[in-house]
């Protein structure tokens, strides 16, 4: 009876063990989708500053601002990992990660990335960035890079709304996909329908 104790035991364990994993990666998606809802979400300076606060608040480890006196210019860096499941060979390291650029007091630009690395220790990503300043880019645009593996997509706030939720419409899954994503199309589906540019 004493082995019937052990095996039930062992089996209670792996079942904690799955269920944890589970757990965790729900939350690490979430928290992923929370952060590419975020960066969509902002509009003006005053969507900026709120966003900087929750997230200064809800993680607090994995955030950080830069300030220069000299120029009056101001960023916040946030990001999530998928940590666990990568230390546990589940999933490639992936994050997303959202910086907010300043300069005197007024938002520049916002920056979405999402970049994951696959078992070859070939890397993909999609690097998105809407600028709000006068006089920057106009057009918008998408950049090949290393064979689809890795794209720029660029454009300024005057982008028209469908077509900007598009290009913010990163593919949490990525975070928890066993395999990862590992092309440009894989992290932000649609991407090469959004305008392609020579290189």
């Known amino acids: 009876m004493k082995w019937q104790r052990l095996l039930s035991f062992a089996i209670a364990l792996v079942v904690l063990f799955v269920l944890g994993i589970a757990v965790y990666g729900a939350h690490v998606r979430s928290s992923a989708q929370a952060l590419i809802d975020a960066a969509e979400s902002i509009r003006s300076t005053a969507d900026a500053d709120r966003e900087i606060a929750i997230w200064q608040k809800r993680s607090r ?19 999530v990992e998928n940590g666990w499941l990568h230390r546990l060979h589940i999933c490639p390291p992936t994050a997303v990660a959202l910086t907010i650029t300043m300069r005197k007091s007024q938002l520049r630009s916002v920056i979405l990335v999402m970049f994951t690395e696959s078992r070859s220790n070939e890397t993909a990503g999609v690097w998105v960035q809407e600028w709000f300043d006068s006089g920057t880019v106009t057009d918008f645009y998408v950049k090949r890079k290393d064979n689809s593996q890795s794209a720029t997509v660029e454009f300024s706030s005057t982008a028209p709304e469908a077509t900007r939720e598009r290009a913010f419409a990163l593919n949490a899954d990525c975070l928890v996909k066993a395999k990862g994503c590992k092309t440009a199309q894989d992290i932000l589906p649609g991407i090469w329908g959004l305008g392609v540019t020579p290189n």
């Open 61 to 79: 480890e994995s955030s950080w601002e830069n300030s220069s006196a000299q120029t009056e210019d101001r960023s916040f860096d946030t990001r």
